[in-house]
């Protein structure tokens, strides 16, 4: 029988016709054709950075997010997303001196994020001069010096953090976090405590290391897929091409979303030129279900509860030599599925214990099973509870370990994971420190730092003084915009080291400045030539990234370069060589062999063709636990507020932004144009409270503590989203998320779990 015949189908696309068929294509060819042209002129500089982008072990690693490169194919898998990212930088308009100059930060302050943004990129370091309310030149010594006495004069080194946003290479990560450790505390809040912390604390619990098991050929090689919480037609656009050649073979594959995302239903491949011009499409999914918002784990568990049950009847249902073997808890957590009552996940889930079942029957009918998840999952109250049941159901068919199978987080940030290796941590293993400490002669600090919900309240009450921002924008992506901004205004000095002109420049400290870097597409020479960085993808794979471009002003410096320069300004004792390690990378990937767990012979091996794949523990069925098995969770299934008249609101981004850079106001796949002030609603939700589609409405959250945040003049838009469900975009709706509502489990911001009112304005 055809594999993909007898599902049950999901929810309908999203409304506007001439885009639910196929879902991408000629709509994203013509969308990246638009940006290229639109941006000033720089299409063919545009078309020649693209064909370079991901090339095996030339050009420059494709910004756009960290889906890995086939290693099995040399062909050029572009897609539209991360044109669009590498063309944003390659814009060839500039803000210098002469544009600072003309506008006030106060005046700046009330532009757009798009506006700001949009005048290109920075050209040489600006300092602001309070007398004036400008920002205005200064040589990179003065700005090091700058930085330096002010971290220097600081009662504690606790009292300075520094972000990274995960844009940043290895090598540039790896010398950041040294200077931070040498200076003397572990304040490194970074992007990944609002995206995929969830991810690395569950997995370390359950099998050992923090990290997925999957690599590229694993996704080659399943005939079962489970994509939970992510939009990966505007997010991990690549992950299309392994969707569609699955499909093609005959896998299933079960998109888990709220939503029904672009992915789920059919879309022209990336790469495919010739099915562009052929206007043929693949489909990516065989089966969608859409549990309501916080819902997954109840669905998993179900899922769980349905294969046990198929299990007394067929022992092959679930693979026992695997449990016995390689696994502790089982026994606990088949009675906990076996005495959870159906009405309970149903409740839970939102879906029918049919559903649950038809999924489970879906799972067991798989020989090698992949489970793929993102943010859906991860900025949830019980986020690591969630991604734990992941693991529990993968281990019941032994889909960890073996080829084709296992749990796969989507990482964001095209070198977040790569961050985290390398050592921006606030909470390092001692085992790190001391080989750090032993290689680099240096005496880290031993207390945990702040992550980035601490560190925002910290600048707050004051205890945290010096803010610097390794790229990113801070002030637009973390929770609770007014008590953000008010955080970073009491500061005695914000620092962002960034490409392009954002908020968190215009809303700064007493003192601050703006230090500009290269971009990731463009030429690094230093002393030795031309220098390449490497970055690691969601899969581990290491590989290295080299830019093609003249820098964008010559003025810029590397990332590597700014960090030593602050290093030197604010460690003049130091004997670390910085000097040294900016003049050739390959000395801090030296260092880097010996520091890091995984990087031996570190610069031979990200030479080979696609770099090379740090170890996973795991993955050879290694766990890394206390018990040195896999672990199953016990956890109970979440709570709901039952608050009537409440709904559910998760943030989310549109087809046409990175993060907090906004391209335009519309939303192609899910049919919206020139709107992104929305909240999606279903019209149940809508009929209740006397809403019509697209009536203006004002939008309260309720935070834990009680206090309540409000956005008015949004539009309702009448979606296929379950009852007691609501979406609107990030950033804008940071406001309504309180700095104070993280999950406990993983710290993170609840930024997919806002209770929130909507009531029509008069
Ligand atoms: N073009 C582009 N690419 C990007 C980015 C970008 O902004 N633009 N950002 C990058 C970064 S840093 C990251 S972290 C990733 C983010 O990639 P995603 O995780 O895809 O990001 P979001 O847009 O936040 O979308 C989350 C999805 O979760 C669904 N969802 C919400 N609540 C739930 C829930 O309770 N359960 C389930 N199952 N699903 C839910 C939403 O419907 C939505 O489809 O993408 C990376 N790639
Ligand atoms: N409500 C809500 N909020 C969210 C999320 C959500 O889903 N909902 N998602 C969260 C997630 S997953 C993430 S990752 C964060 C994103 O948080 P960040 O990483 O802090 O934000 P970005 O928007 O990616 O940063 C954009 C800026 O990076 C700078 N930049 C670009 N390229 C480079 C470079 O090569 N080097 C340097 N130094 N700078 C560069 C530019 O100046 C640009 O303005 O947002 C989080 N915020
Ligand atoms: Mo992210």
Redesign the pocket.
Known sequence: MNAHEGEIPGGTPAPEPGYEHPSAGWGAALAVGKVLLRKDGAPVDGVRATLRMNHAGEGFDC?GCAWPDDPGNLHLDVCENGIKHAVW?MTRRRVGREFFAAHTVTELAGWSDHAL?DEGRLTEPMVYDADTDHYVPIGWDAAFERVGSTLRGLDSPDAAAF?T????NNEATFLYQLMVREYGTNNLPD??N??HEASGRALTASIGTGKGTVDILDWDHADTFFVLGVNAASNAPRMLTSLAAAYRRGARIVHVNPLVEAAATRTIVPHEFRAMATFTSTPTGTLNLQPRIAGDMALLRGMSKALLETAERDPDAVDHVFLERFTSGFAEYRELCRTTPWEDLERGCGLSRQQMQHAAEVYRQGAHTIIAWC?GLT?QEHGVDTIREIVNVLLLRGNIGREGAGPCPIR??SN?QGNRTCGVDHRPSAVFLDRLAGVCGIDPPREHGLDTVRTLAAMHEGSVRVFV??????A????DTAYTEEALRRCELTVH??????RSHVVHGRQALILP?L??TEKDHQASGVQSVSVEDSMSMVHLSRGMKQPASAHLRS?VAIIAGLAQATLPDSTTPWDHYVGDYDRIRDVMARALDGFDDFNRRVRLPHGFRLRQPARERVFLTPSGRAEFSLAALPARDETPGRLVLG???SHDQ????VYSEDDRYRGIKGLRTLVFMHPEDMAARGIGDRDRVSVTSFAKDGSRRSVQGYTAVAYDIPEGCAAGY??E??VL?SAADYSPQSDQ?L??HLNVEITRDA
Not at 469 to 474: R, T
């Open positions: 910004p930088e943004e972000y946003s995960g844009r940043l992007c990944s609002m995206c943010l900025q964001g940030h977040v921002g390794m790229g990113g924008n801070f637009r992506a973390t929770p080291v960034s490409t392009k002109l954002n870097c971009g990731r990332e943030t989310m981004r990175w993060n907090t850079t990030m950033p709706l940071n998320c911001p930024m997919k």
